[in-house]
T-cell receptor
């Protein structure tokens, strides 16, 4: 089946640093990828929709300068949390749609647990 | 805008019994997709079952089945013969394609505990 690889799975860093999270579709092409944020015992909240070769579409309330998204190829999207602070600590999950199948569900990565000290 | 409501924050069921998780949604769209996802403690998102709105027949996947009531905008999940491995968070999700971009809109989730 379709596999989405998300890396790193866990990152701990100091306040003020920038952190990059990668999301790769391993065996399919994904013109669209999605980035979600999940707080403990809460649901997944869509942060942004990443479109290959164009600017990402951010959800209301998500700072585009804080959460930089790049989708330069059909198999890779990256989320960079810039100048991270403790309030950015969370679980981030990406997902990807197979471009060839319009009605197929998204395939999820295993998530990244980000902890800012 | 679409909303997804899961009114049961927590549920418990004994092993081998049957449990039903409820989900309602609100939309003005006529063509959409509904999903149930399972998130165990590992936090992986696992697709349990999906339903296309244009299909009248309820989807079934082994021990998992749905009761899709389009007019009532209801999409409940029934788990039969519950197993300890079914313990997880369950999220109902809604998806519209086309210009809406196929993003998933999740409910708040139901934490299911299966007890021996």
């Amino acid at each position: 089946g379709a596999v989405v690889s998300q890396h790193p799975s866990r990152v701990i860093c100091k306040s003020g640093t920038s952190v990059k999270i990668e999301c790769r579709s391993l065996d399919f092409q994904a013109t669209t990828m999605f980035w979600y944020r999940q707080f403990p015992k809460k649901s997944l909240m869509l942060m942004a929709t990443s479109n290959e070769g164009s600017k990402a579409t951010y959800e209301q309330g998500v700072e585009k300068d804080k959460f930089l998204i790049n989708h330069a190829s059909l198999t890779l999207s990256t989320l960079t949390v810039t100048s991270a602070h403790p309030e950015d600590s969370s679980f981030y999950i990406c997902s990807a749609r197979d471009s060839g199948y319009s009605n197929q569900p998204q395939h999820f990565g295993d998530g990244t647990r980000l902890s800012i000290l | 805008a679409q909303t997804v409501t899961q009114s049961q924050p927590e549920m418990s069921v004994q092993e081998a019994e049957t449990v039903t998780l409820s989900c309602t949604y609100d939309t003005s769209e006529s063509n959409y997709y509904l999903f149930w996802y399972k998130q165990p403690p590992s936090r992986q998102m696992i697709l349990v079952i999906r339903q296309e709105a244009y299909k009248q027949q309820n989807a079934t996947e082994n021990r998992f089945s749905v009761n899709f009531q389009k007019a009532a905008k209801s999409f409940s999940l029934k788990i039969s013969d519950s197993q300890l491995g079914d313990t997880a968070m369950y999220f109902c999700a809604f998806m519209v394609g086309g210009n809406s971009g196929y993003a998933l809109n999740f409910g708040k989730g139901t934490s299911l505990l299966v007890t021996p």
